[in-house]
């Protein structure tokens, strides 16, 4: 063990190296990047600095996610963290010899039973107590509260062996709610490589852990059944033949065990790895695809996802069992009385299983689309059935239906008897080819009972594998029919690596912003130049050769007649939509370059009203949209004082639960206008140089017009707001 010295602290300035050689040792990255010196300006600020890691970590290829933990939970923080980086208090207790002012850190790789592996700024791993750095993390909150307790438990005639642990009890009381931060969980990007991913849950070894399980399972049942047999056959089932048996049967107990918990932990990892990838790509969906694809398709996805994952480890675990017990099926029927020519026979077999399974997936595949076609109109006709019955003939109100009702009916009589034959043809024909096989051998005489015993065996358990193998298949089938329905939702690999610019810009000044002299003319926020924009490839462009620049401390109103593209150039320079042409650019860099996050971080909307949500949350939870969550005392304060400037006072005053009111469609009931003036706190709160409000303030009373308006004046940097002549 040692001490937290300078061996195993990071200085500030090489926290970027830090989170190299962190993801490097964890598996985590192979490559090297190259990371820019961090600046002053981002040691000044917390907040820059937590910009500049997460930054730091794009470019080395991971993500740094900051966690903060209750004083109660450090230890539970420690355990369950690493790979993770912890900023460290300024007194923890650094030999003054090293103590430079600038913050550290320590790069925590693994934690076990009590003892913490770091890696230090040498690049070898130390291991230090997991009580060393929990009381270095904590000793400058606790010190403080150290001596006013021990003069009370002196006053109070606390015996002194006792004292400490009291103290201890009273720090932990006192401080419980207090809030640990300063650390970054390091992981890999949700649009990691699959096999990545798995690598780095440890799913391989899970994996390998389940087979050879299975493996050693069908031997040793394989054997118990051999046993039997043969004592039978030459009548040798004596006490100590049966012992035997009895032992192999009570081997067979603990490897199910592990067998049965591999396979709880895989589909655990892998159901888990799915949900992430999801997720993550639900939320980069392009919004013209949301838009396109529409309410049907999408909740057919939804459905979709969950049936995929459960058939895909269903079957996929019935495949694999099946294929671990045909390969030992093959080996007993060599040795049987068949030998070689009895497991040719099972591989010709299985490959005429596997023309029936082709077939089986391709009807399958007609089948689902035919399925899917109807749901997707169902859902959309219900949505505008009203405009339906007013459009239709009421005699050709059900033509549509009645026709796909009767592919559909054909598709399905065709996906049954192709099922059915998938079911028994394997399995059962096997049973008569296999036995036929034997026929040879039997004919001739030339092989003992034992002989036509273990073949007998082979083929029993060729048929078992079979008709698992059926089964698994079947549900393999419907989890890739239902993978490439959610494709467009995982999110692809190169989606992650184009952030790479951002977080080089980002890096190169730390994430804070220079001040500009006093006398130095006003810069360039936002440039558009010649923007040309089409809904559809062949259609006429609704925006064509459209310029706007806007300056720091600009103030301008965008008018025009509805399906003038007000709105879709608004959405254009949100990021939301990509132009056919032309040029636009934010603080002198295009999209590309700073990238999604970069350019969101520069420009913040409030779209109109219909593509605006409120969601069933809390009323703080909707106004932080777009910032850090969980929120500080600092970001609750601001929120409190923004909504009172807009008008908002009164609806804070009303709610029972204050700034935690549950809001939306099953919490508080806000009215239209009060949904306009939470769109615009939203907005302001989100500490962009340039706001866009489209038609933000038209459900707005005049007293309340005049509120709103003089709030987002003074707030704003720059504003560009859309309104109706």
Avoid at 8 to 28: M, N, R, T
Avoid at 55 to 74: H, K, M, N, Q, W
Avoid at 245 to 273: F, H, I, N
Avoid at 408 to 415: A, W
Wanted: with cysteine.
């Amino acid at each position: 063990m040692i001490a937290l010295d300078d061996a195993i602290l990071w200085p500030a300035s090489k926290v970027g190296e830090a989170l190299q050689a962190l993801a490097q040792k964890c598996g985590l990255s192979s490559g090297k990047a190259e990371i820019p010196t961090l600046s002053g300006g981002a040691l000044g600020s917390d907040e820059a600095l937590g910009r500049w890691i997460e930054a730091t970590a794009r470019l080395v290829g991971v993500e740094a996610e900051p966690t903060a933990s209750d004083f109660a939970g450090i230890e539970r923080l420690l355990e369950g963290s690493a790979p993770a980086l912890f900023r460290m208090p300024a007194a923890t207790g650094v030999p003054p010899a090293i103590r430079t002012g600038e913050p550290l850190f320590l790069a925590v790789l693994r934690t076990r039973r009590g003892r913490v592996s770091v890696l230090g700024p040498d690049l070898d791993v130390h291991t230090v107590s997991l009580a060393a750095i929990r009381s270095a993390l904590c000793r400058h909150i606790e010190d403080p509260l150290a001596e006013p307790f021990d003069r009370i438990l002196r006053e109070i005639g606390i015996p002194e062996r006792r004292r400490p642990r009291v103290r201890a009890a009273l720090v932990r009381e006192r401080l419980r709610h207090h809030r640990m931060e300063g650390c970054w969980l390091l992981r890999l990007p949700p649009g990691a490589s699959l096999p990545q991913a798995i690598g780095n849950d440890g799913l391989w070894r899970t994996l390998f852990a389940f087979a050879g399980g299975h493996v050693v399972f069908v031997a040793l049942w394989m054997l118990s059944w051999w046993m039997v047999g043969r004592g039978v056959l030459q009548g040798r089932l004596d006490s100590g033949w049966m012992l035997a048996w009895s032992l192999v049967l009570l081997t067979m107990v603990p490897v199910r065990l592990l067998v049965a918990s591999s396979e709880g932990l895989l589909a655990l990892g892998v159901g888990t790895l799915v949900k992430r990838r999801l997720l993550d790509g639900a939320l980069r969906l392009d919004p013209d695809v949301v838009r396109h694809h529409g309410v049907g398709q999408l909740l057919g996805r939804t459905i979709e996802s969950n049936t995929m994952e459960q058939l895909a480890l269903n079957g996929g675990f019935l495949v694999l069992t099946s294929a671990i017990e045909l390969a030992l099926s093959a080996v007993v029927l060599a040795a049987g009385a068949g030998g070689g020519f009895h497991a040719i026979l099972l591989l010709g077999w299985l490959a005429l299983t596997a023309l029936v399974g082709a077939r089986f997936y391709a009807h399958r595949q007609a089948w689902t689309e035919a399925r899917l076609d109807m749901t997707h109109d169902l859902v959309e006709q219900m949505v505008g059935h009203r405009t339906r019955q007013v459009q239709e003939s009421p005699d050709r109100t059900h033509d549509h239906e009645d026709q796909s009702l009767a592919r559909y009916e054909s598709l399905s009589k065709r996906l049954d008897r192709s099922n059915a034959t998938l079911m028994v043809l394997p399995s059962r024909g096997w049973l008569l080819v296999g036995l036929a096989g034997l026929f040879p051998a039997f004919a001739a005489g030339t092989s003992a009972a034992t002989g036509l015993a273990v073949a007998v065996g082979g083929v029993l358990s060729a048929y078992i594998a079979l008709r698992k193998l059926a089964g698994g298949f079947t549900h393999l089938s419907v989890a890739l029919l239902a993978w490439q329905r959610l494709k467009p939702l995982m999110p692809a690999e190169e989606r992650f690596d184009a952030t790479s610019s951002s977080a080089s810009l980002v890096l190169a000044n730390g994430g804070v912003t220079e001040r500009r002299p006093v006398d130095a003319p006003l810069p360039t926020l936002l440039d558009a130049r010649d923007i040309v924009f089409r809904y559809r490839p062949r259609s006429e462009p609704v925006l064509r050769g459209c310029h706007l620049r806007i300056r720091e401390g600009d103030r301008l109103l965008l008018e025009g007649s509805s399906g003038g593209g007000k709105s879709t150039f608004a959405a254009i320079l949100a990021g939301m939509r990509v132009p056919e042409s032309g040029l636009l650019r934010l603080h002198g860099l295009d999209r590309p370059t700073l990238g999604f996050e970069g350019w969101r971080r520069g420009i913040a909307s409030a779209p109109q009203f219909h593509q605006n949500h409120v969601f069933t949350e809390t009323f703080a939870f909707n106004l932080l949209m777009g910032r850090r969550w969980p929120p500080e005392a600092k970001d609750l304060e601001e929120c409190d004082t923004l909504c009172r400037e807009l008008g908002l006072g009164d609806l804070l005053d009303r709610m029972p639960a204050g700034m935690m009111q549950m809001v939306g469609e099953s919490g508080w009931q806000l009215s239209h206008g009060e949904r306009s003036r939470l769109y615009l706190a939203r907005a302001l709160l989100q500490g962009a140089d340039v706001i866009l409000l489209d038609e933000s303030f038209g459900a707005l009373d005049p007293e309340s017009l005049r509120k709103a308006l003089r709030c987002v004046l003074a707030r704003a940097p720059a504003l560009v707001v859309i309104a109706h002549p």
